[in-house]
């Protein structure tokens, strides 16, 4: 998302729609026991996703809630997201 932002000369924009499929992704929570400290997880199978953030300063801040099987779902702040098999589609409104 960065590079593509970059590329069409977005640094803030609200990321209103965020539509797709990943082969692996990397999320993270916040720990029950500590707020300021994160939990990252890297998840080795597909996920349908869906989420919604922002840009500020040519730097994405996604969250997102990823599908996977059993009818699960995975929540977090997405750090990295694998497409290949898929697609991933962001809608974006820059901001000023």
């Known amino acids: 998302m960065n590079r593509q932002a970059a590329k069409a000369g977005i640094t803030d924009a609200a990321i209103v729609s965020l539509i797709g499929a990943a082969d692996s992704f990397t ?7 500590d707020a300021l400290k994160d939990t990252i997880t890297k998840y080795r199978l597909p996920g349908e ?4 953030g922002e840009i500020r300063n040519g730097s994405a ?18 750090h990295e997201a694998v497409i290949g098999t898929h697609f991933a589609r962001v809608c974006v409104i820059p901001v000023s």
Do not use: K, N, P, Q
């Open 27 to 33: 999320v993270s929570t916040m720990s029950e026991g």
């Open 49 to 52: 996703m869906t989420g919604s």
């Open 61 to 78: 801040h996604v969250h997102v809630v990823m599908g996977v099987e059993g009818d699960r779902a995975i929540a977090g702040h997405l």
